[in-house]
C-alpha cells in the first residue's frame, strides 16, 4: 500500500525529530531490556538462556540509538560520554558474546560466577547514558 505524498512531506519535515525520539525510545529500551536481564541473572544467581536474550536485545536496542544519535550528531566528541559509550558498547558485545560462550559450553562455574561481571558492564553502561542526557540537555 502506497505512502500518500503528504505523509512523506510531513515526515521529511519531522524527520531529525522523528530520530531524535527513536533514539531516545531505543536507549530506553537498552535499559530496560540490559537490566532485567543482569538483574534477573544476579537475582537468580545463575545465567539462564533467558538472561541472553535480554543481553543480545539490550545491546540491539543501544546500538541502534547510538548509530542514530551518531548520524545526528554528524561527528564524534572526545569526552567522558563518548569514551565510555565507546567502551561501553565494546564491553556489552563482549559480555554478550562471553554469555553466549557460557550458555552452548554449558559450564556451570562460568555461569555461576559470570553475574559479577555483567554487573560491571552494566555499570559502566550506566556512564554514558546518564551523562548523554545530562551533557544534551
Same mark, same amino acid.
Given at each position: 500500500?502506497?505512502?500518500?505524498?503528504?505523509?512523506?512531506?510531513?515526515?521529511?519535515?519531522?524527520?531529525?525529530?522523528?530520530?531524535?525520539?527513536?533514539?531516545?525510545i531505543s536507549m530506553i529500551m537498552a535499559l530496560i531490556c540490559?537490566?532485567?536481564?543482569?538483574?534477573?541473572?544476579?537475582?537468580?544467581?545463575?545465567?539462564?538462556?533467558?538472561?541472553?536474550?535480554?543481553?543480545?536485545?539490550?545491546?540491539?536496542?543501544?546500538?541502534t540509538g547510538t548509530t542514530i544519535m551518531g548520524i545526528l550528531?554528524?561527528?564524534?566528541?572526545?569526552? #567522558?560520554?563518548?569514551? +565510555? &559509550? =565507546?567502551?561501553?558498547?565494546?564491553?556489552?558485545?563482549?559480555?554478550?558474546?562471553?554469555?553466549?560462550?557460557?550458555?552452548?559450553k554449558k559450564n556451570e562455574k562460568l555461569a555461576k560466577d559470570?553475574?559479577?561481571?555483567?554487573?560491571?558492564?552494566?555499570?559502566?553502561?550506566? #556512564?554514558?547514558?546518564? +551523562? &548523554? =542526557?545530562?551533557?544534551?540537555?
Amino acid at each position: 500500500m502506497p505512502v500518500p505524498m503528504k505523509g512523506i512531506k510531513y515526515f521529511k519535515q519531522l524527520g531529525g525529530y522523528m530520530l531524535i525520539l527513536i533514539s531516545i525510545i531505543s536507549m530506553i529500551m537498552a535499559l530496560i531490556c540490559y537490566s532485567i536481564g543482569v538483574w534477573g541473572e544476579k537475582l537468580s544467581g545463575k545465567l539462564k538462556p533467558w538472561n541472553l536474550v535480554f543481553f543480545w536485545v539490550g545491546l540491539t536496542f543501544d546500538t541502534t540509538g547510538t548509530t542514530i544519535m551518531g548520524i545526528l550528531s554528524k561527528h564524534f566528541v572526545l569526552n #567522558i560520554h563518548g569514551v +565510555t &559509550g =565507546m567502551a561501553a558498547i565494546l564491553l556489552m558485545i563482549f559480555h554478550a558474546l562471553w554469555a553466549t560462550y557460557i550458555l552452548i559450553k554449558k559450564n556451570e562455574k562460568l555461569a555461576k560466577d559470570f553475574h559479577r561481571f555483567s554487573l560491571v558492564v552494566w555499570s559502566i553502561w550506566l #556512564i554514558p547514558f546518564f +551523562t &548523554g =542526557m545530562i551533557l544534551n540537555m
